[in-house]
């Protein structure tokens, strides 16, 4: 069993900065692709970004430039920094582990085993 703990959401002003974490215990993440979603009300979650046991990384087309993921070992974490953030990126934001597909299906939800409760990020005009 994987649990998984988003911190580091907030409200922010269009074009500001935050930066997401999400602890993990359970497992180590070392062998463990790990994976940013959000969410709307009403929608379906949405991929944002994934990265590899390798430190490989895909991004979603809608953030790509103004996102990064990263992982810390040491500390069994990932990160998610976001830069230059916009009203659409308003969402609640959830951190996955456990890519039980092929790489290919990273950003389909189901293809995730574990998900944590999720961090809230308004961004206002």
């Known amino acids: 069993q994987v649990r998984l703990v988003e911190s580091g959401g907030g409200t922010v002003q269009a074009g500001d900065s935050l930066r997401l974490s999400c602890a993990a215990s359970g497992r180590t993440i070392t062998t463990t692709a790990m994976a940013w979603f959000r969410q709307v009300p009403g929608k379906e979650r949405e991929f944002v970004a994934a990265s590899r046991t390798s430190g490989a990384t895909i991004y979603a087309d809608s953030i790509k430039g103004r996102f990064t993921i990263s992982r810390d070992n040491t500390k069994n974490a990932i990160y998610l920094e976001m830069y230059n953030l916009q009203p659409e990126d308003t969402a609640m934001y959830y951190c996955?582990?456990?890519?039980?597909?092929?790489?290919?299906?990273?950003?389909?939800?189901?293809?995730?085993?574990?998900w944590g409760q999720g961090a809230q990020v308004a961004v206002s005009t």
């Open positions: 996955a582990a456990l890519l039980v597909g092929g790489w290919g299906s990273t950003s389909s939800a189901g293809s995730w085993q574990y």
